[in-house]
Each structure stands twice: as C-alpha cells, then as structure tokens.
C-alpha cells in the first residue's frame, strides 16, 4: 500500500541539487534582486528632491541592512534544519554501525526520511539480521562440537581402560610365558596405549574448557609449599637429564586458589623446560607478588624459540620444530589446556624468547578466584591471531607506514616482543615518535602478548622504592 504525501518528508527528506538551487534563489538571490531594485527605484526619487533625500538616506539604509540581516538569518536557520536532517539519520547509522563492530548483532538503525538514507538503513539492517543469523548458527555449532568432543572423548576412554588392563596382564605373564620379542612388542603396545590415554584426557579437558566446565577446587593455600612440591614432583625427570631445578620466590600471602591447578600448569612448564634444556644446566622457577595477583615465572636455557612460534606456541596441535617431535613426543596441547586454566582465572600466560638464549614462560593467578567460569575457546576457534593484532597496532600507532613497517619486521622474523620494544625505543630515539605515545605503544604490544600492563609494575616498584627510602 503507498503511503501517504508527508510534505515534511518530502522537503526534509528528498533535497537534492535542483532543489537546493532553487532555494537559493528564492530565498536569498531573488530578496536581494528586490532589495537593490527598490533602493534604486527609491534613490532615483529622491534624487529629485535633495533635501528628503539626505534625511531618509540614513532610513533606507539602515532597512535595507536589516532586510537582508533578517534573510540571512532565515537563511541560516533553514540550513540548520535542513543540516540535521542530513546528519541525524548518520549519526544513527554511525552509533548502529560501531555497535555493530562490537559484536552486538541485535542492534538496528531506525532512519525514516524516505529517502537514499532510509534505504541505507533498510540495507544495515538486513545485513545485521544476517550476520545475527550467522552468529546464532556459529554458537550452535560450537556447542555441539564441544558437545561431540566431550561425547567422543569419554566413549574413546571407555575401551581403553580394559584394553590397557589385559595387556598388563599379559605383560605380567598372567596367560603364559612370553618370548622376548613378544615381550618387547607389548612394551610398545601399552607405551602407545599409554600416549592415546593421555591424549583422550587432553581431549576430556579442552572440552571442560570450552564448555566452561573446567572444575576447580579452591582452599586456603600457601603457593610457595605448591611450588615445592612440584618441584620435588619433578626432580627425579630433571636428574635423568643432569639438570638442576632452583627456586626463588619472594614472600607470597595465604590465597583462595586451586593448588591442584597451578601445579599441572607449573608442571607441564617445568617438564617442557627439562625435554628442550641441555644436560648439565639449570632451570630457575620464580614467583613474585604484584599489585593483585602472584607472577610465576619458568626460564630454561634451552634453544630457545623464534618470533613466529613465539606467537603460535600456544595454539592447539602447535609443536616447534618436527625434530624435536620426534625426539621428545607429546600431543601438541599441554600448552594449549594451561593456558585454558590461567584465562578461565582471568590470569594471563606468555612466552619472552630469543633464538639461543632459552625461553622464559610466565603466568599470572589474581589473588581473588574466579568462581563463575566462562567458556574460552581454545580449538577449532576463530581467534584473533597474534599477528593480527600485532598489525592493527602498528596501523593504529603509525598510520599507513605501519603496515610496511609491520611486513617488513615479519620478514626479518623480528616480531618478538623484545625485538618490537626495541624497534619501538629506536622510533623514540629518532623523534619519530613521541615518548608518550612510544611508551602507549609498549604497553600495548606487551598487553598483545599477554603481558601485564607495565604502567602497573613500575607504580609498584615506585611504592617499593618509597618505602625502602
């Protein structure tokens, strides 16, 4: 049904060139054609009478002045209104459009000028219905794979643990005697056995993970006796290795956590740490209270890791160099399942790494747990990738330069965060950047990498400081 002839509309909302320039003559060019002609018809009168002419002189020009003041007043109003019928409409689209950019698919543009814009709008509004669509469809997908995933990985456990269980048993001779190849064909089934056990429970836990069903049991604990114990756990696996595990940590405060938890992530670290170290050397494990959470620290003196990995290590299936897959084994998502722990905590994990000179991981644990986890995706997910963001940020600080600054460090595998503070020190160094902005820019790159905000270690450090002076 066509709607009805809104003259509000149609002036408000269908102004185009012609219309315009119609406007502007009617409503300013043609007034002032008039003015000029009466004041020339006007002054030609008076001309033939001198004596009235310089005493209305004063009068006609100071109408005429105010003729044409109230014109341009009209004029500029009229603009107004017909301004904010241009700009309210996209202002409306710009507000839809970054809430849109946020994620919220439920927003709509509501723009009714009959018009190109009311168009616009429409269109907005169809794409955000689709890409909700699409959003609904992802989070059901989603759900059902960690759904599959969780079904698969217990139905997976089921005949494996009879299947573990019988082959001990003939190991053990309980059937008969064995020969030795026999023998040594049963080590390498129930090694095998043993590796697909572990990869089910890996498989158990990042469900737990996505599902926001990772249990955790917390109690009053002292982190520092947690450290010794696992430490105590893992010297027998060190010394097989000749490496010596040393332990430093300051004073840490009696916290509600999951001393369970922060053993395995410490664990697989320090194991990780002892397979990539070379024998005769040592593994420091650090912890050290900030401002409202406990720092743990793991630093090997291994090969350490490139830019790229350094970027990717977390990843699910992720694993370094294929040699050293060979050598040391492991199903690629130990890393992974920690660093599910450490964020399902709002902790943060992170790698700070150079070719040669050993790896150092880190990880944060707030002082107050988490009790209400959410679901964090960790495989098969469409996570923003590390160097995504690392080239946004470099848009962001530089402008069109930082793509091809950003390309070019890629190239040079110099996108490590020591590598980027430094090329960032040396913008400062040449006034290419501000300090202000170099030190924003930091801050940032070390957020990227999971870092903790710099700005709040050095306010801590300035307390620590005050204190002892």
Same mark, same amino acid.
């Given at each position: 049904? +066509?709607?009805? !002839? %809104?003259?509000?509309?149609?002036?408000?909302?269908?102004?185009?060139?012609?219309? &315009?320039?119609? !406007?502007?003559?009617?409503?300013?060019?043609?007034?002032?054609?008039?003015?000029? /002609?009466? /004041?020339?018809?006007?002054?030609? !009168?008076?001309? *033939?009478?001198?004596?009235?002419?310089?005493? *209305?002189?004063?009068?006609?020009?100071?109408?005429?002045?105010?003729?044409?003041?109230?014109?341009?007043?009209? &004029?500029?109003?009229?603009?107004? @209104?017909?301004?904010?019928?241009? &700009?309210?409409?996209? *202002?409306?689209?710009?507000?839809?459009?970054?809430?849109?950019e946020k994620g919220n698919f439920t927003v709509r543009a509501y723009v009714k000028t009959n018009d190109e814009l009311e168009q616009l709008s429409d269109a907005f509004n169809r794409s955000a219905l689709a890409l909700s669509k699409m959003d609904e469809e992802r989070r059901q997908l989603d759900k059902a794979k960690s759904e599959f995933l969780s079904i698969t990985s217990h139905?997976?456990?089921?005949?494996?643990?009879?299947? +573990?269980? *019988?082959?001990?048993?003939?190991?053990?001779? /309980?059937?008969?005697?064995?020969?030795?190849?026999?023998?040594?064909?049963?080590?390498?089934?129930?090694?095998?056995?043993?590796?697909?056990?572990? @990869?089910? %429970?890996?498989?158990?836990?990042?469900?737990?993970?996505?599902?926001?069903?990772?249990?955790?049991?917390?109690? +009053?604990?002292?982190?520092?006796?947690?450290?010794?114990?696992?430490?105590? !756990?893992?010297?027998?696996?060190?010394?097989?290795?000749?490496?010596?595990l040393v332990v430093t940590s300051g004073e840490l405060p009696?916290?509600?956590? %999951?001393?369970?938890?922060?053993?395995?992530?410490?664990?697989?670290?320090?194991?990780?740490?002892?397979?990539?170290?070379?024998?005769?050397?040592?593994?420091?494990?650090? &912890?050290?209270?900030?401002?409202? /959470?406990?720092?743990?620290?793991?630093? %090997?003196?291994?090969v350490g890791l490139k830019s790229e990995d350094q970027i990717r290590v977390f990843e699910p299936f992720y694993q370094v160099e294929e040699t050293l897959i060979r050598k040391y084994g492991g199903t690629g998502l130990g890393l992974t399942i920690c660093r599910g722990i450490i964020e399902a905590q709002k902790g943060k994990i992170w790698v700070e790494s150079k070719p040669g000179f050993g790896s150092t991981f880190y990880f944060t644990v707030p002082l107050t747990p988490v009790h209400e986890i959410e679901p964090i995706k960790v495989l098969f997910s469409q996570k923003i990738d590390i160097e995504k963001k690392l080239r946004e940020e470099f848009m962001n600080a530089l402008g069109p330069m930082g793509i091809i600054e950003f390309n070019e460090l890629r190239n040079k595998h110099a996108l490590g965060k020591e590598d980027l503070i430094e090329y960032i020190t040396s913008?400062?160094?040449?006034?290419?950047?501000?300090?202000?902005?170099?030190?924003?820019?930091?801050?940032?790159?070390?957020?990227?990498?999971?870092?903790?905000c710099q700005k709040e270690e050095n306010e801590q450090s300035d307390e620590g400081i005050k204190k002892e002076l």
């Amino acid at each position: 049904m +066509k709607e009805p !002839f %809104d003259l509000k509309k149609f002036f408000f909302g269908r102004i185009d060139v012609k219309l &315009t320039l119609i !406007f502007l003559l009617v409503g300013l060019v043609a007034p002032s054609i008039g003015i000029w /002609y009466f /004041y020339l018809i006007a002054s030609s !009168f008076l001309s *033939q009478n001198p004596e009235i002419f310089m005493r *209305q002189q004063m009068l006609l020009n100071g109408t005429a002045l105010i003729i044409i003041i109230l014109i341009a007043v009209n &004029t500029m109003l009229l603009g107004l @209104i017909i301004s904010r019928s241009f &700009t309210k409409p996209i *202002q409306e689209l710009n507000k839809a459009t970054q809430e849109l950019e946020k994620g919220n698919f439920t927003v709509r543009a509501y723009v009714k000028t009959n018009d190109e814009l009311e168009q616009l709008s429409d269109a907005f509004n169809r794409s955000a219905l689709a890409l909700s669509k699409m959003d609904e469809e992802r989070r059901q997908l989603d759900k059902a794979k960690s759904e599959f995933l969780s079904i698969t990985s217990h139905e997976l456990r089921t005949p494996i643990t009879p299947l +573990k269980a *019988q082959l001990q048993m003939l190991q053990q001779e /309980y059937f008969g005697k064995l020969t030795e190849k026999q023998k040594e064909s049963l080590d390498v089934i129930l090694r095998n056995t043993e590796r697909l056990n572990k @990869i089910i %429970d890996d498989f158990v836990e990042i469900s737990r993970i996505e599902a926001a069903r990772l249990r955790f049991a917390f109690r +009053k604990t002292d982190l520092q006796e947690t450290v010794m114990e696992t430490v105590r !756990f893992m010297e027998g696996f060190a010394k097989e290795n000749n490496i010596t595990l040393v332990v430093t940590s300051g004073e840490l405060p009696t916290i509600e956590v %999951d001393p369970d938890r922060i053993s395995q992530v410490l664990r697989n670290l320090v194991h990780n740490a002892i397979k990539f170290s070379p024998s005769d050397s040592s593994i420091e494990i650090n &912890t050290e209270l900030k401002k409202d /959470y406990i720092r743990f620290s793991v630093k %090997d003196q291994g090969v350490g890791l490139k830019s790229e990995d350094q970027i990717r290590v977390f990843e699910p299936f992720y694993q370094v160099e294929e040699t050293l897959i060979r050598k040391y084994g492991g199903t690629g998502l130990g890393l992974t399942i920690c660093r599910g722990i450490i964020e399902a905590q709002k902790g943060k994990i992170w790698v700070e790494s150079k070719p040669g000179f050993g790896s150092t991981f880190y990880f944060t644990v707030p002082l107050t747990p988490v009790h209400e986890i959410e679901p964090i995706k960790v495989l098969f997910s469409q996570k923003i990738d590390i160097e995504k963001k690392l080239r946004e940020e470099f848009m962001n600080a530089l402008g069109p330069m930082g793509i091809i600054e950003f390309n070019e460090l890629r190239n040079k595998h110099a996108l490590g965060k020591e590598d980027l503070i430094e090329y960032i020190t040396s913008l400062e160094g040449q006034s290419i950047l501000r300090h202000k902005h170099a030190d924003e820019f930091k801050r940032n790159i070390g957020q990227i990498f999971g870092e903790e905000c710099q700005k709040e270690e050095n306010e801590q450090s300035d307390e620590g400081i005050k204190k002892e002076l």
